[in-house]
């Protein structure tokens, strides 16, 4: 199989994966479990939203809840370098006959509104307010103590056109997976800050958000955490976990579904993939099976994900199998 090139040098510099919004039913529930549970830092917060952070994270927010209609995920976040690859961003998208306008977002910069050839609404910006970091404010520690938001994992009938849109942005495949005996892609997984992901797409009924990741600092949390939401009356949110994915990442993870069902994960750091020598690490779905333990994730783990606000999904043809169940091999 050919794989797209990288674009080392691209028209405009996307730096990383920078926040999700999602629409949820019950504010008040949701800070529950988001800030009195799992522990982020609540920046800001009014009767309709609520800005969180992770504790390393010095800009403004990486999660955002917005209260009313039904639990969508309203944008996917990304930032840019300055504010002329705004511009260049905008040239770019609208090059590809994509829609784009510019937005004011409370806490950020200029923000361009645009979608993806996948189909994923996103939200990028330049420049962000940003609060003190609570890294070492120790005593703010609790829950399962998030450090910073990693990547995004989209459900998308689209994955091979997903991968060569991004790679012209200058993002590098770190790994990919294909089914047995093929060059069918059934995963990609895509990164700009230097290590193995800031955005997944995998072959699954969408577009959809599969899940929003965070890091926590040590697998202590992964089951302090389960012990907590369990105290806590949210024990019914952890969908699979705690356990390590032997493929892709190799980190050791647990995923939560919240109070509408918007999926996160949870997981310790993983490698870096800066280096020029770092080569796409090829899968294949037998692969991921062998060395496991622990249990094999849910239906619902492998099928369901978070819809997009307006936008439809796309089933997959009946010969094409998600790509989403491989770590259950």
């Given at each position: 199989?050919?794989?797209?090139?990288?674009?080392?040098?691209?028209?405009?510099?996307?730096?990383?994966?920078?926040?999700?919004?999602?629409?949820?039913?019950?504010?008040?529930?949701?800070?529950?479990?988001?800030?009195?549970?799992?522990?982020?830092?609540?920046?800001?917060?009014?009767?309709?939203?609520?800005?969180?952070?992770?504790?390393?994270?010095?800009?403004?927010?990486?999660?955002?809840?917005?209260?009313?209609?039904?639990?969508?995920?309203?944008?996917?976040?990304?930032?840019?370098?300055?504010?002329?690859?705004?511009?260049?961003?905008?040239?770019?998208?609208?090059?590809?006959?994509?829609?784009?306008?510019?937005?004011?977002?409370?806490?950020?910069?200029?923000?361009?509104?645009?979608?993806?050839?996948?189909?994923?609404?996103?939200?990028?910006?330049?420049?962000?307010?940003?609060?003190?970091?609570?890294?070492?404010?120790?005593?703010?520690?609790?829950?399962?103590?998030?450090?910073?938001?990693?990547?995004?994992?989209?459900?998308?009938?689209?994955?091979?056109?997903?991968?060569?849109?991004?790679?012209?942005?200058?993002?590098?495949?770190?790994?990919?997976?294909?089914?047995?005996?093929?060059?069918?892609?059934?995963?990609?997984?895509?990164?700009?800050?230097?290590?193995?992901?800031?955005?997944?797409?995998?072959?699954?009924?969408?577009?959809?958000?599969?899940?929003?990741?965070?890091?926590?600092?040590?697998?202590?949390?992964?089951?302090?955490?389960?012990?907590?939401?369990?105290?806590?009356?949210?024990?019914?949110?952890v969908e699979w976990g705690p356990g390590r994915h032997f493929g892709p990442g190799y980190a050791r993870f647990v995923y939560l579904r919240d109070p509408d069902?918007?999926r996160i994960e949870l997981f310790t750091n993983h490698y870096q993939t800066i280096d020029m020598e770092d080569e796409p690490i090829r899968w294949q779905a037998?692969?991921?099976?062998?060395?496991?333990?622990?249990?094999?994730?849910?239906?619902?783990?492998?099928?369901?994900?978070?819809?997009?606000?307006?936008?439809?999904?796309?089933?997959?043809?009946?010969?094409?199998?998600?790509?989403?169940?491989?770590?259950?091999?």
């Amino acid at each position: 199989m050919t794989l797209p090139k990288t674009v080392f040098r691209p028209a405009f510099a996307v730096t990383r994966a920078s926040h999700v919004v999602f629409a949820v039913t019950d504010l008040a529930k949701s800070r529950a479990f988001y800030v009195e549970t799992l522990g982020f830092v609540v920046s800001d917060e009014d009767k309709s939203t609520l800005y969180l952070r992770g504790l390393e994270e010095g800009c403004h927010h990486s999660l955002v809840l917005k209260s009313g209609g039904a639990p969508t995920c309203e944008r996917v976040g990304m930032r840019v370098l300055t504010e002329d690859d705004l511009d260049l961003a905008q040239a770019h998208f609208k090059s590809r006959g994509l829609p784009t306008r510019f937005v004011d977002v409370p806490f950020q910069g200029r923000s361009l509104h645009t979608v993806d050839v996948a189909g994923t609404p996103l939200e990028i910006c330049a420049t962000m307010t940003t609060k003190p970091r609570r890294i070492m404010d120790f005593e703010l520690f609790h829950g399962a103590c998030p450090q910073r938001i990693d990547h995004f994992q989209v459900l998308t009938n689209e994955v091979r056109p997903a991968l060569e849109f991004y790679m012209q942005m200058g993002f590098r495949l770190s790994e990919y997976i294909v089914n047995d005996g093929t060059d069918d892609l059934r995963a990609v997984f895509l990164q700009r800050k230097g290590n193995p992901h800031d955005i997944v797409f995998v072959n699954n009924a969408g577009p959809r958000l599969h899940h929003a990741a965070f890091t926590i600092p040590e697998v202590y949390h992964l089951m302090y955490i389960c012990d907590l939401l369990g105290r806590n009356g949210f024990g019914a949110s952890v969908e699979w976990g705690p356990g390590r994915h032997f493929g892709p990442g190799y980190a050791r993870f647990v995923y939560l579904r919240d109070p509408d069902g918007h999926r996160i994960e949870l997981f310790t750091n993983h490698y870096q993939t800066i280096d020029m020598e770092d080569e796409p690490i090829r899968w294949q779905a037998s692969d991921l099976s062998v060395g496991r333990w622990g249990t094999f994730p849910p239906v619902s783990w492998q099928q369901e994900g978070s819809a997009f606000a307006g936008s439809d999904v796309r089933p997959l043809a009946i010969q094409e199998r998600p790509a989403v169940a491989v770590h259950a091999r």
